[in-house]
């Protein structure tokens, strides 16, 4: 028999508004601390330096964390001229610098060419693997990891202003995997400067946006004075995206078995299986077979 978690039985999603200087792991910390909940994980880290929306899954909801870390992603940040850092952020060492200042009119035309689908190289200060070690390691120890381009997608990238003549602020939607310390490292050089990330701000992670994101503070207020139904956000909230399948008791009670069912009509692909509203499965639909890929004991 597995060993029971301690902690209570909590599921569903928190969104935390993630102060600067906290580590992803922390706020998880922070969290569990709060609700007491036996399972808790954060979907998508974020840098120490950055702020915004970090959403928490507790209890059954990590079981639906996959579609929001591979989910559609918005950051407003602000890019500092002619500073290099080996971190691509402010937090980092100084390694090149230069005195070349870009103008707002070469800014805007520099970004056409980093909107689509681009090729982009990782940070060396990255969660990446290398040959099953974590770059950021590799980079602590002084190594320089090799890292491979690989395909990411912007679906926006704009200039908003420019404070002066050191500094420019950005927001950028895009999908997963895509690096903004990269970018505006990259965007720098197209521009023949040097460049990095001052400030960073998430608004948006997958379903989850700003509207949703309250403090750990406010949090611990919460939790004081309001029941947890009150204060979580479902488990099904990470799956908006997917379409749901409504299912009978039966069928209900043969995927939480973890027995496929026969539905006809239905279209191949990721559904949400449901009972009565409430979230059964996720499941996979091919030639009208449908199999539980994760069971929610909700």
């Not at 580590?23 to 709060?34: D, L």
């Not at 579609?67 to 500092?80: A, I, N, P, Q, W």
Request: aromatic share 4%; net charge negative; glycine share 8%.
């Amino acid at each position: 028999m597995g060993r029971r978690r301690k902690g209570r039985p909590l599921n569903g999603w928190l969104v935390i508004d993630k102060d600067g200087g906290m580590t992803s792991a922390q706020v998880v910390s922070k969290v569990r601390s709060v609700t007491q909940a036996a399972k808790a994980g954060h979907a998508g880290t974020l840098d120490p330096m950055a702020t915004g929306v970090l959403p928490i899954a507790l209890g059954e909801a990590t079981k639906s964390m996959p579609y929001v870390l591979h989910g559609d992603k918005s950051y407003e940040f602000t890019g500092r001229w002619g500073e290099a850092r080996d971190t691509d952020d402010i937090d980092g060492v100084i390694v090149d610098t230069s005195p070349v200042r870009p103008t707002p009119e070469q800014i805007n035309l520099a970004l056409q060419q980093f909107v689509g689908e681009i090729q982009q190289v990782p940070p060396a200060y990255s969660a990446v693997k290398v040959q099953g070690r974590r770059a950021y390691d590799l980079a602590r120890q002084g190594e320089v990891p090799e890292l491979q381009a690989r395909t990411v997608v912007v679906d926006r990238f704009e200039l908003i202003d420019c404070a002066n003549e050191d500094e420019a602020r950005f927001v950028v939607d895009c999908g997963t995997g895509t690096y903004v310390r990269a970018l505006i490292k990259d965007l720098a050089v197209t521009l023949k400067t040097v460049g990095c990330v001052s400030s960073l701000r998430r608004t948006r992670s997958g379903p989850f946006t700003e509207g949703d994101a309250i403090s750990v503070d406010k949090l611990a207020e919460l939790w004081q004075s309001a029941p947890p139904d009150e204060i979580l956000l479902p488990v099904e909230t990470a799956l908006v995206d997917i379409p749901a399948l409504a299912l009978t008791g039966p069928q209900a009670d043969r995927l939480r078995n973890g027995q496929a069912i026969r539905v006809i009509g239905i279209e191949n692909g990721t559904v949400c299986a449901t009972h009565e509203g409430r979230p059964v499965a996720i499941a996979h639909v091919e030639a009208e077979d449908v199999q539980p890929v994760r069971v929610f004991n909700l």
